[in-house]
């Protein structure tokens, strides 16, 4: 009795790398949205009044720097792409730290301000105001000089968004008062030409009042004249 030999069926390796390849497709897809909505709770947490924490990007970058970091981001969290609910608060945010930061006078209010906190935290601990970041006495500080300069920034940008709106209630207030004054005198001329009106309305009425009263007394007279002679 012969025995038959069974010859093995190749084995299709090619299947393989392509369900690898996919699956690490998907994975990538579900980092990249993961990370997408990541982005997005950063900048809704970021403090709104600094552009440069918006931005998360350093005091120091260039004009390019910053319109290079802000295209990056902002195709990152385009509501088009990210499914965050909250991705077009985000980008409307990210869009207006991109534009007080290419705005010349903004910025360099922005940055005077970042300057103060600066001097100010390099003060409190004991060094020149001209001391830099790479200064080695500001490092292995805890907490960090950036947390530091954060925080001191932080404080100086509400104080002073404080003052701005202080200062935007009084000016409306006094436009307030202005306008009531205005109001006042332009009903009190109002009210003067009408008394005027009725005046001259009046005239007509009055003098034939003043002639009857004058006849009157006239009539009066002469008989008491002509008593006094009988």
């Given at each position: 009795?012969?025995?038959?030999?069974?010859?093995?069926?190749?084995?299709?390796?090619?299947s393989?790398?392509?369900v690898?390849?996919?699956i690490?497709?998907?994975?990538?897809?579900?980092?990249?949205?993961?990370?997408?909505?990541?982005?997005?709770?950063?900048?809704?947490?970021a403090?709104?009044?600094?552009?440069?924490?918006?931005?998360?990007?350093?005091?120091s970058?260039?004009?390019?720097?910053?319109?290079?970091?802000?295209?990056?981001i902002?195709?990152?969290?385009?509501?088009?792409k990210?499914?965050?609910?909250?991705?077009p608060?985000?980008?409307?945010?990210?869009?207006?730290?991109?534009?007080e930061l290419?705005?010349k006078?903004?910025?360099?209010?922005l940055?005077a301000i970042i300057?103060?906190?600066?001097?100010?935290?390099l003060?409190?601990l004991g060094?020149?105001?001209?001391?830099p970041?790479?200064?080695?006495?500001?490092?292995?500080?805890?907490?960090?000089f950036?947390?530091?300069?954060?925080?001191e920034s932080?404080?100086?940008?509400?104080e002073e968004?404080?003052?701005?709106?202080k200062?935007?209630?009084?000016n409306?207030?006094?436009e307030?008062l202005?306008?009531?004054?205005?109001?006042e005198e332009v009903?009190?001329?109002?009210?003067?030409a009408?008394?005027?009106?009725?005046?001259?309305?009046t005239?007509?009425?009055?003098?034939?009042?003043?002639r009857?009263?004058?006849?009157?007394?006239?009539?009066?007279?002469?008989?008491?004249k002509?008593?006094?002679?009988?």
């Amino acid at each position: 009795m012969s025995s038959s030999s069974s010859t093995p069926k190749p084995v299709d390796n090619a299947s393989a790398p392509l369900v690898d390849e996919e699956i690490e497709k998907l994975l990538s897809r579900e980092a990249s949205a993961f990370q997408r909505e990541v982005e997005v709770d950063r900048i809704l947490k970021a403090f709104r009044l600094n552009p440069y924490d918006v931005l998360d990007i350093n005091e120091s970058a260039t004009a390019e720097g910053i319109k290079k970091k802000y295209r990056q981001i902002s195709l990152f969290i385009h509501p088009d792409k990210c499914p965050h609910a909250k991705a077009p608060e985000a980008f409307d945010l990210l869009k207006k730290a991109e534009s007080e930061l290419s705005d010349k006078a903004k910025r360099d209010e922005l940055d005077a301000i970042i300057n103060q906190a600066r001097s100010m935290v390099l003060k409190s601990l004991g060094l020149s105001t001209s001391t830099p970041e790479s200064d080695p006495q500001l490092k292995n500080l805890n907490p960090s000089f950036r947390v530091r300069l954060r925080v001191e920034s932080k404080e100086l940008l509400i104080e002073e968004e404080l003052r701005r709106r202080k200062a935007i209630k009084m000016n409306l207030a006094n436009e307030g008062l202005e306008a009531r004054k205005k109001d006042e005198e332009v009903a009190s001329k109002k009210r003067k030409a009408e008394d005027d009106k009725v005046w001259e309305e009046t005239r007509e009425q009055r003098v034939g009042s003043w002639r009857t009263f004058a006849n009157q007394n006239s009539k009066k007279k002469k008989k008491a004249k002509v008593a006094v002679l009988g």
